[in-house]
């Protein structure tokens, strides 16, 4: 008897076991998986895609997204999504090391390339007989320039529709939604820009430059890191363009150490916390993220 | 009759040697126009079959066999170079999607296809052993390379050198084997895979070095000031890509101007495809394009046209054969009265050795069959060779 309810009961499971195999097969074969390269591209998808899509984001969190170095898997995992989605402006530096199927890849920023901002800094190097050879890049957080936002959000809804076009509908009704919450932060952004006109801001990182552009805000980029102590000289500099600039107020991408606050603060600038959001937050998203940066700069 | 047989098959069996040449003779004469019909029968479906399976292919203009040639067998004709700009064109279209191509190189004697992934779900091709190519450094074998060199995954193939005099010219790379493809009977199977950019480092647009920036080796600057470091010859560049310096890899200038042989060009319907070849002859897209299976079928009417030639040498040389045949059994029979009269004496009937004498051309005959057959099989596995020895 014992050995019959062994038997019936491992019958029980199998059969258990494999229609769940059946089902998921069935279910990663309709589901798109759609990876993208960094976090806003990542939001986007989930919330024009919602649940028509898989949106695969394998970024750690605590990685800047254009720096990552992916691993042999991370990469079979875009390779074998059914769209690839960039930020365009040289943006994940991993992308030009690395094999990805070219037919699914979408620049997003493609269509406003001629808009993309040259980076100031940076070190050109010569050998050969091919001469200097340009290192520079374009400026990539396309993304704080809400307008550029709207249009990479676009590009999103374009590709999710040519993949699933019998989706495009709830996709368009998804983008109209998400397109209205951009519009609204484009619009909050120029009155804040709008109170700080004329002044000058200095940033911790040159990651701004979509939004000085955008908004018509004068800033001025250092390579300070928020939980980093600055060195004298980083401090003589800083305090040298501070003069000459009369800045006020002090970008950052996350809250700076309390040091360098508030030696800041005793310098007459004012630490302001503009988290760009290139990766995943630890809480909100991306619409929440930037309502929050402009709060805080229009409460200046 | 078993006894006519068996006296027959003995008589063959000493006279060994006499009996092999002609099975031989006689087997090659049934053979030659046969197999060489099957010989181009295959190479023709084989090279149809992949010339029908690659809508379309883009390339400077020029012959538009050897562009053909180049982008279906990687058999690397000297044919200019065009640059990903088109590619770009392409894609823009929106009528499909463009795999570019740069088979330019070669390793060990087989060719190096750069391309990206795209070309593996369009052939279907299939890994058999590891995983495609990830990072730039890194290839992908078809079956035979790996059977041939007996290499596998976490080997590595350097690419050749294209002059060995030009030392200042090509540098060969080490790369990296980590993928063995499943075997399709295809050129693909002679062929090694990389990524596009794999092939640029080989050609020198990219590359990778120590920081210059960085570097504590005075020795190897040559002039340094705010905005550029200029490095002299001593600087080293890495021949071998890997996790600790792919970081230092990078490309020099726009991508737009790197180069490339063809593109193949998947169009998403009939319509699309028609549309594209429009632009091209409005020159809307400069270059060329070409439909593979038109170029191909030319290519082929050429060969059939010598089949035909053949196919009349093969009769005539056949029947001469048989009258060589005749002549030997004549012969023969002469050489073997004395043998006839004694087995008529013995008390054999004219009959039984009429049937005696026939069972021995029979099983000649039969025998030759045998072996025109087997050599007919054995054409089989010859019909790549063929292909890339006498029509490519």
């Known amino acids: 008897m014992k050995k019959l309810i062994v038997v019936l009961l491992s019958t029980l499971i199998y059969f258990a076991c494999s229609e769940k195999k059946e089902g998921q097969s069935i279910n990663e074969n309709k589901v798109k998986r759609i990876a993208s390269v960094n976090y806003p591209l990542h939001f986007f998808v989930t919330q024009i895609g919602g649940i028509k899509v898989d949106a695969i984001y394998p970024i750690p969190t605590d990685v800047d997204p254009v720096y990552w170095e992916p691993t042999a898997e991370d990469i079979i995992l875009y390779q074998e999504a059914d769209l690839i989605l960039l930020n365009g402006a040289g943006y994940a530096k991993w992308v030009d090391k690395v094999s990805l199927p070219q037919s699914k890849m979408i620049n997003t920023s493609l269509s406003f390339k001629d808009k993309y901002i040259d980076l100031e800094e940076g070190q050109t190097h010569s050998h050969g007989p091919e001469g200097e050879h340009e290192h520079k890049g374009f400026a990539f957080t396309t993304w704080l320039d809400f307008n550029n936002t709207i249009i990479q959000v676009e590009e999103v809804y374009k590709a999710l529709s040519n993949l699933l076009p019998d989706s495009e509908e709830t996709f368009k009704s998804n983008l109209q939604s998400l397109k209205n919450d951009i519009a609204d932060l484009h619009k909050k952004m120029k009155a804040a820009a709008k109170k700080i006109e004329g002044t000058t801001l200095v940033a911790s990182h040159p990651v701004y430059q979509y939004l000085s552009n955008g908004y018509n805000l004068k800033i001025i980029s250092f390579h300070w890191e928020p939980d980093q102590l600055p060195d004298d000289m980083m401090w003589e500099g800083f305090e040298k363009i501070l003069a000459s600039s009369k800045a006020t107020i002090m970008l950052w991408e996350d809250t700076p150490l309390i040091e360098v606050n508030d030696k800041l603060m005793n310098l007459g600038v004012k630490p302001i916390v503009f988290n760009p959001c290139a990766n995943t937050p630890a809480s909100g998203d991306f619409l929440s993220i930037m309502k929050t940066n402009i709060v805080n700069l229009g409460d200046l | ?392």
């Open chain 2, 1 to 392: 009759m078993k006894q006519s047989l068996y006296i027959a098959f003995k008589y063959l069996l000493f006279h060994k040697i006499r009996t092999l040449i002609l099975v031989a003779s006689i087997g090659i004469i049934i053979f030659l126009p046969n197999g060489l019909q099957k010989l181009i029968e295959e190479s023709e479906s084989q090279m149809m079959a992949r010339a029908d399976s690659t809508p379309l292919v883009i390339g400077t203009k020029g012959s538009s066999t050897d562009l053909v040639i180049n982008s279906l067998y990687f058999r690397q004709e000297k044919i200019e170079n065009m640059t990903m700009k088109t590619n770009g064109e392409l894609k823009e279209t929106g009528l499909g999607y463009p795999i570019p191509l740069l088979s330019t190189f070669k390793a060990r004697g087989f060719s190096i296809a750069g391309t990206n992934l795209d070309y593996f779900n369009f052939r279907k091709l299939i890994i058999s052993k590891g995983r495609k190519f990830s990072f730039v450094g890194e290839c992908v074998i078809g079956s035979r390379v790996a059977e041939k060199l007996d290499i596998t995954v976490s080997d590595s193939l350097i690419s050749s050198p294209e002059n060995y005099f030009d030392f200042a010219g090509v540098y060969p790379l080490k790369m990296e084997v980590v993928g063995v493809l499943q075997e399709t009977n295809t050129p693909d199977d002679y062929t090694i895979f990389t990524d596009l950019k794999t092939n640029w480092i080989i050609m020198g647009l990219g590359h990778g070095h120590q920081d210059l920036s960085k570097t504590l080796d005075q020795s190897v600057i040559l002039n340094r000031d705010s905005s550029n470091v200029t490095a002299n010859a001593k600087l080293f560049m890495y021949n071998e890509i890997t996790k600790q310096n792919l970081e230092s890899f990078h490309f020099h200038g726009s991508p737009e101007n790197y180069p490339i042989t063809s593109i193949i060009f998947v169009p998403k319907d009939i319509k699309s495809g028609t549309i594209l070849r429009g632009k091209f002859e409005a020159r809307e897209i400069l270059n060329q394009i070409v439909v593979p299976s038109k170029v191909v079928e030319t290519l082929l009417q050429s060969i059939f046209r010598i089949k035909q030639i053949f196919n009349t040498v093969f009769v005539l040389v056949g029947f001469a054969t048989l009258l060589i045949l005749g002549l030997i059994v004549a012969l023969s029979l002469r050489l073997r009265k004395d043998e006839i009269h004694t087995m008529f004496t013995i008390g054999s009937s004219k009959a039984k050795i009429f049937e005696i004498l026939g069972l021995e051309l029979l099983i000649l005959v039969l025998s030759s069959f045998l072996f025109a057959l087997a050599l007919y099989f054995v054409t089989g596995y010859f019909v790549n060779d063929f292909i890339n020895y006498f029509i490519i």
